[in-house]
């Protein structure tokens, strides 16, 4: 009987010694793609056993968290500033790679129950809206993209995102390339200062008091906007067609910005060239040390990096995001290339 | 005059003859002093004692690092930081001042509004309700305590803003809107629902601490007026000016938990960071501002703008707690005197 106790104790040790060392990552930033990350380390998890834990803090928590080096990596939907890729340089000694993940957009949603049709707007007339220089529905430039649509004689009340978050620097950002006074005047950011308008809180804020007030106009992400059926504008492009958000549209928006695609991959691809691309769009982003200490950490991320990029993509349109297009992988696999371990490259099969 | 040569020797007259109060009160004292001192006393005294300085600790500390977090914006902007009205994230100017005038005005209104409500209530509760009812209406007022800020703010949304832009403000507009208050578009969305809201948040808190006062206010005072002729309403007045201090204190209370309130407040108040008259007007305070901004506000200076508005936020309640005790002491003094 003893006996039997004490073999049982000596292979539960032994069982013990033989488990591999677990990695774990810890990574912190943006709320925004939380649905999709959270999934994706979940089924990472589940095929090679790494931990990755993320906490979706913003992604001003993430990009300074990056910068004091308290993670392994972090997330921004926009991308950190010349100074702030300074300063992380000069605390952790490396340089900092933007990695695209998927894509987020931007649509304007808006409560007209007279009218039937999905109305068309541009940039200058958005900008114009929410400059409080247009302020009829019925307005003869909103009225002249919508030939054939009767719009009421109604006020225009603006809605837009009190808290910063990612979907306003993509829209500001959106509005800042069409319009040049809206650049002078007001310029983007994660929050700006709104000439005019109501702030409602998160997306679902800004849906319910545009739900709420007949001849509201507010912004919200796709994936909101298509998961609770509100009605949305289709937006003139460069090449000027009108074009309605979805999957497609958007990351014909990235596909379209690849060719000119900044070095760094920190690129912003509002009002994007190509015949389909829907202009308010903007990439979600990891930021990664490009030299890290830990090897086993840094193999693990990079292996993550890659499932991510191939096969992790196709639970995108699933979560209501919009998947990288492969041009853009393409360039984002040679990034990881280029990642380091005390300065040696990396062999991961 | 009687009273005192009573005591003035330490001497009190009753039927069995003169007891000693003072020597009796010197021999008891003595008694305390030769006991021995048990070191389990010592301990839990010192302990207490060390737990009271680490709460005074804390406030002091969390003064201390909100300034030394928003040294930046202090040394940047001074004091105009209390005076300008622009909130730009993109220029990288911040002022403080319209969320300062939210803040106030948002509670001011919403304790004008229930205060008389919640005395009327704690009245009824704790005078004239019978039995049954008292207990079960109790419930409920402290049952509106326990509803969670966010439930407060989607009910907003959903039903107090549709109500005052379909009802309420429009008839406001037409019969008050030669009053600046009642002027200019009506979203529902504003200051009036934000204060609306505040008034139903803080009304459990004045209610129940009222109701407990009055209540504590012995029997037979109100029992004495009564035999002596008084109405209901004036022996009612007798425990009203008794607790007077009480209630003071509670509405107080009710002012500092409609000061710091955030995401009811976040939810209906519009969200905007301008100061106008008109009440259908959206507004911003302090505490929504920091709660929509402080997890995206990606630069230094930004950041220490925020902190620079928790500190202010921090010395105004700090401020309304100090006069509020010194209104409740100088009350105090004035009503023993009387």
């Not at chain 1, 991510?308 to 979560?319: C, I, M, N, P, R």
């Amino acid at each position: 009987m003893y006996n039997k106790i004490v073999y049982l104790m000596i292979f539960m040790i032994a069982g013990m010694i033989n488990v591999p060392a677990q990695v774990k990552l810890n990574g912190a930033g943006a709320t925004f793609p939380y649905v999709i990350y959270s999934k994706w380390f979940d089924e990472f998890h589940k095929q090679t056993g790494v931990q990755i834990n993320y906490q979706s803090i913003g992604s001003g928590g993430g990009i300074k968290q990056v910068i004091e080096g308290t993670v392994d990596f972090g997330a921004s939907d926009g991308p950190m500033s010349d100074e702030q890729l300074k300063e992380a340089k000069a605390k952790q000694g490396t340089d900092i790679i933007h990695m695209p993940t998927v894509l987020g957009a931007v649509v304007l949603s808006y409560n007209l129950p007279e009218v039937k049709e999905k109305i068309k707007l541009d940039g200058q007339t958005i900008a114009d809206i929410f400059l409080g220089k247009i302020y009829k529905w019925n307005d003869k430039r909103i009225a002249k993209l919508n030939p054939g649509v009767k719009l009421p004689n109604k006020s225009i009340i603006v809605v837009h995102r009190s808290d910063g978050s990612g979907t306003t620097f993509i829209y500001t950002h959106y509005l800042s390339n069409v319009s040049k006074e809206w650049a002078k005047k007001v310029g983007y950011n994660t929050s700006v200062n709104w000439p005019i308008g109501l702030g409602g809180k998160g997306n679902e804020g800004v849906a319910g008091m545009i739900k709420q007030t007949s001849g509201a106009i507010g912004y919200v992400e796709l994936a909101y906007a298509v998961k609770n059926k509100l009605p949305y504008a289709l937006i003139k492009n460069r090449a000027g067609n009108f074009i309605e958000a979805n999957f497609k549209t958007v990351s014909a928006a990235s596909d379209g910005a690849a060719n000119n695609m900044p070095d760094d991959l920190r690129a912003m691809i509002t009002n994007a060239d190509g015949k389909n691309s829907y202009p308010i769009s903007g990439f979600t982003w990891l930021l990664i040390y490009k030299n890290m200490k830990d090897k086993k950490k840094t193999e693990a991320l990079v292996k993550f990096l890659r499932w991510a990029l191939t096969k992790g993509e196709s639970y995108a349109e699933s979560l209501y995001y919009a998947p990288l297009p492969p041009s853009v992988v393409k360039l984002c696999m040679k990034k990881i290339d280029m990642l380091t371990v005390n300065g040696k490259p990396i062999e991961v099969k | 005059m009687y009273e005192k040569n009573r005591y003035a020797d330490g001497k009190w007259k009753t039927d069995r003859g003169e007891i000693n109060l003072i020597g009796k009160m010197k021999s008891v004292k003595k008694s305390v002093k030769s006991s021995r001192v048990y070191i389990g006393d010592l301990i839990y005294e010192k302990m207490t004692l060390i737990f009271a300085i680490i709460v005074f600790m804390m406030v002091i500390l969390m003064g201390y690092e909100m300034y030394i977090n928003s040294k930046m914006s202090i040394d940047k902007f001074g004091w105009n930081f209390l005076t300008e009205t622009t909130w730009d994230p993109v220029e990288e100017i911040y002022g403080a001042l319209p969320s300062i005038y939210g803040t106030l005005v948002s509670s001011f209104l919403a304790l004008l509004m229930v205060v008389p409500l919640s005395l009327a209530v704690a009245i009824y509760l704790a005078e004239s309700a019978p039995g049954w009812l008292e207990k079960p209406l109790s419930f409920m007022v402290e049952l509106l305590a326990g509803v969670p800020s966010i439930v407060y703010g989607l009910w907003g949304i959903f039903v107090l803003v549709p109500w005052l832009r379909e009802e309420v403000e429009p008839f406001l507009n037409e019969h008050f809107g030669f009053l600046p208050f009642f002027d200019g578009p009506m979203y529902g969305f504003g200051m009036l629902a934000a204060a609306i809201i505040l008034s139903i948040m803080v009304l459990p808190i004045i209610t129940s601490i009222s109701r407990d006062i009055m209540k504590s206010v012995p029997s037979i005072q109100k029992e004495a007026a009564l035999a002596l002729g008084a109405t209901k309403w004036e022996a009612i007045k007798i425990v009203l000016k008794n607790s007077k201090s009480g209630i003071l204190g509670a509405i107080m209370l009710g002012l500092g938990r409609a000061i710091g309130e955030t995401m009811a407040v976040t939810m209906v108040i519009g969200n905007r960071p301008i100061i106008s008259e008109s009440l259908f007007d959206p507004g911003y305070t302090m505490a929504s501002i920091i709660a929509n901004e402080f997890t995206e506000a990606t630069t230094e200076l930004y950041l220490s703008a925020l902190i620079e508005l928790a500190l202010i936020l921090f010395v105004i309640t700090i401020i309304i707690n100090i006069a509020a005790r010194l209104l409740v002491w100088s009350l105090e003094k004035q009503w023993k005197r009387n």
